[in-house]
């Protein structure tokens, strides 16, 4: 493969010229833009799916990668101005507000016929309003990760496995006198995303398929004060719950060996393991309520409106979101969205840590598919996290949130 790398607007554009010698008389040349940790070098494994994909169909794919932090605002900017790809990979809440904004095709009638192969939580994620948008490249969700030495100081032989024993887990970790603790957790946006899984696992919900906010209910309310109390009344968080506002802060504590739980996702594991070699960890599902649950993460793939090659387009989409991306993903120890991926063979050709999360896959869900999403996360759901742990009443705040909601959902 010739790929030739060039600098343009701060993003890496790899455009693949693999000569194939004729293509059919319909190829159509695609450019797509990528979270750039999918093509970080030459040798990444996309490009060799690319080739298969260029080989299999005549298309050309023109890539684009580009910075995470960025490629929300760039889509933005160039979709609306009728540039940009003709596909793209997005972080599953920037969904809402492309499709909103009429920047993303509606895939619905070309994704219905393989809606099936996918797990639900993930595929979930690109409907907007009723319609699909995107269909998922890779999911990830929260799963417990537990510092086994400090579980069996404090006397305890299993992870816990409910709400009461994850509860009593943490309480026993905590050693006022050590300066250990049983679980560490984010502040502000960081703690808001760690708290929507026990929302759910408690019954209890966000905003429905409906558009309606279920935030002021009392099963929603009752998550978010039984994990506000770990810290305010049993003290069994450290002291940067308050302030930890990325995840290399919110995991410090577990990496220092002075928090004996965290819950985090897959993408911990390299960062942890790499931050102490030496550190005897384990990964297991969250901790279920009256019902199992976890919050899911990843990107989508999804389509430019008014591009000028739908159905190639679609073709590829169709591609990278099938039953490819379970060995695709695999080499970048990522999770595939298939329910194949999720079988026992499956789960078990994964990495040891890996699999905890493909087996609670089914009960991942998508934050809400809503357009005012981020703000509702960033302005409103991280200042409940905030005020809460600072101990404003869990009823008071939510009753607070579900307005400011409900005013949001209004605009």
Do not use: C
């Not at 890496?12 to 010229?17: D, E, I």
């Not at 995840?247 to 002075?258: K, M, N």
């Not at 194949?340 to 493909?358: D, G, R, S, V, W």
């Not at 809400?368 to 960033?378: C, K, S």
């Amino acid at each position: 493969m010739n790929v030739r790398s060039i600098l343009k607007g701060g993003a890496a554009a790899a455009v693949l010229a693999l000569g194939l010698g004729s293509s059919p008389a319909f190829a159509d040349n695609i450019v797509m833009w990528v979270n750039a940790a999918l093509a970080n070098g030459p040798d990444a494994p996309l490009y060799e799916e690319l080739k298969a994909f260029q080989a299999a169909t005549g298309h050309t794919v023109e890539v684009q990668a580009v910075p995470p932090i960025e490629m929300e605002q760039k889509l933005f900017v160039a979709l609306s101005g009728g540039a940009g790809p003709d596909v793209m990979t997005l972080d599953i809440a920037w969904v809402a507000g492309l499709a909103d904004a009429g920047l993303l095709a509606d895939i619905t009638q070309k994704a219905g016929p393989i809606a099936s192969q996918y797990q639900p939580g993930p595929y979930s994620s690109g409907l907007f309003e009723q319609k699909q948008y995107a269909l998922p490249l890779y999911t990830n969700n929260v799963a417990l990760l537990v510092n086994d030495r400090m579980l069996a100081d404090a006397g305890i032989q299993k992870a816990p496995a409910t709400w009461q024993e994850f509860h009593d887990a943490a309480v026993a970790m905590t050693n006022k006198e050590k300066q250990t603790y049983g679980v560490s957790l984010g502040g502000n946006r960081m703690g808001a995303f760690q708290l929507y899984s026990f929302i759910w696992q408690n019954g209890g919900d966000i905003i429905d398929a409906e558009g309606k906010s279920h935030v002021a209910d009392p099963a929603s309310v009752e998550a978010v004060d039984f994990l506000a109390k770990l810290y305010t009344e049993s003290k069994a968080m450290p002291d940067s719950v308050l302030t930890a506002g990325n995840w290399d802060e919110v995991h410090a504590p577990f990496v220092q060996e002075r928090a004996g739980m965290v819950v985090t996702g897959d993408w911990a594991l390299a960062a942890v393991a790499k931050a102490n070699p030496d550190l005897k960890f384990s990964v297991h599902p969250l901790p279920a309520g009256k019902q199992a649950a976890t919050v899911i993460g990843g990107f989508d793939l999804a389509i430019k409106a008014n591009t000028s090659v739908p159905e190639a387009s679609f073709e590829l989409v169709k591609w990278l979101s099938g039953e490819r991306s379970i060995a695709l993903m695999r080499k970048y120890n990522r999770l595939s969205a298939l329910k194949k991926a999720a079988t026992p063979e499956a789960i078990a050709a994964l990495p040891p840590n890996m699999q905890p999360f493909m087996q609670q896959a089914a009960a991942g869900r998508a934050r809400p598919v809503v357009a005012a999403w981020t703000q509702m996360h960033t302005d409103v759901f991280a200042n409940v996290w905030d005020s809460v742990i600072r101990g404003k009443p869990a009823k008071e705040a939510m009753t607070e949130a579900d307005a400011a909601i409900k005013n949001l959902l209004e605009k």
